[in-house]
């Protein structure tokens, strides 16, 4: 595709409910991140994933985050018992892996938990 | 603990007016530093620093890195409305394919 896309761009969930976030990156990139930004803050880390495994997921803040990405392209970020504080906007980004920081980010997904 | 600090947090100038974001950081090792523009919700990418000194330019936008002093600046001369964004920061550490960023400059461009 010509970008990174992520579906859904808003979803709104009750407290307790579980969801899942899509990330489509760009065709050929090797390299796949997920960040979330909380109003008024930069983005911040959360999984980084190298082909199909996590290469990093030291930015996951509790077990109730999982992500996968299992042939190596698309990825799902899974949220299991929304919390109210999970509230953000979700940004996936993709790469080259030669490309060293050149990350293209898609439009984001705004997650708001009641 | 890396750390990336943008400054000022907030900035309205007028069209045609130059302007100067701040951008320090404190890391274990440092790799690049990068400048995103995030107008709605996607940050698009402007510039990557690896290099001390060297300026980095593209159009009215350009930016430099100082290693020893572990800050860059972006500056944008005759700024314009469409300039208007949050622009954001960001650190690669050796080794690592992460981006830490900072929290961003708002700037708002009156006509």
């Known amino acids: 595709g010509a970008g990174v896309s992520q579906t859904p761009s808003n979803k709104v969930t009750e407290k307790g409910k579980y969801v899942e976030l899509r990330c489509d990156p760009i065709?050929?990139?090797?390299?796949l991140y997920w960040y979330r930004q909380s109003l008024g803050q930069g983005p911040e880390f959360l999984i980084y994933?190298?082909?199909?495994?996590?290469?990093?997921d030291s930015g996951l803040p509790n077990d109730r985050f999982f992500a996968v990405r299992p042939e190596g392209s698309v990825s799902t970020l899974k949220i299991q018992r929304t919390e109210r504080g999970d509230s953000a906007v979700y940004l996936c980004?993709?790469?080259?892996?030669?490309?060293?920081?050149?990350?293209?980010f898609g439009p984001g997904t705004r997650l708001t938990v009641l | 603990e890396d750390k990336v600090v943008q400054s000022p947090l907030s900035l309205v100038v007028h069209e045609g007016d130059t302007v100067t974001l701040n951008c320090s950081y404190e890391?274990?090792?440092?790799?690049?530093l990068l400048w995103y523009k995030q107008e709605k919700k996607a940050p698009t990418f402007l510039f990557m620093l690896?290099?001390?000194?060297i300026e980095k330019k593209s159009g009215r936008l350009s930016s430099i890195l100082d290693k020893k002093e572990l800050f860059s600046i972006l500056n944008i001369t005759a700024t314009q409305t469409g300039d208007s964004a949050v622009y954001l920061c960001?650190?690669?550490?050796?080794?690592?394919?992460?981006?830490?960023f900072g929290q961003g400059t708002r700037l708002t461009i009156n006509p």
């Open positions: 980004a993709s790469s080259l892996l030669t490309s060293w920081g050149e990350q293209f």
């Open positions: 690896t290099s001390s000194g």
């Open positions: 890391v274990t090792n440092f790799r690049s």
């Open positions: 994933f190298q082909g199909t495994g996590a290469a990093d």
């Open positions: 960001a650190v690669i550490i050796q080794g690592a394919q992460k981006l830490v």
């Open positions: 065709s050929g990139h090797t390299a």
